[in-house]
């Protein structure tokens, strides 16, 4: 296991901040709501893309995958975003959302790295 770095902990601040320019406070709280449905068909049903919905669930995948691949280039320590964040929960609460996404969309890479990064969940210490 890598050591995180200052640099890596600079990194995280300069994330979250742009995590915080991006609302991703309101993106999270609607991906936990009760509003939310997991289920791609009704997610489009319910919220199409230009939604407000649509968005949020875009905004916050984005910014996973922008994190997930600062990790798979060695940019970032994974052992630092894992502690930092909930990539596995929160993979899992889109899941259905994202590979449906990818696979209407023909693209086998759209949110790829997210979802390895969640599949890299360290064991508990």
Do not use: C
Not at 91 to 106: A, C, K, P, Q
């Amino acid at each position: 296991m890598a050591v995180p770095t200052r640099e890596d902990a600079t990194l995280v601040v300069q994330l979250a901040t742009l995590g915080a320019e991006l609302a991703l406070a309101e993106a999270t709280n609607f991906i936990w709501s009760d509003q939310f449905v997991g289920e791609y068909e009704e997610f489009k049903r319910r919220h199409a893309p230009g939604s407000k919905g649509f968005e949020q669930v875009n905004k916050t995948a984005g910014w996973y995958e922008t994190i997930a691949t600062l990790v798979k280039n060695d940019l970032l320590s994974a052992e630092l975003v894992h502690d930092w964040l909930a990539v596995e929960m929160t993979w899992r609460r889109l899941e259905g959302i994202l590979v449906g996404m990818r696979e209407e969309s023909g693209e086998p890479r759209l949110f790829e790295n997210f979802q390895a990064l969640a599949a890299r969940v360290p064991s508990p210490a």
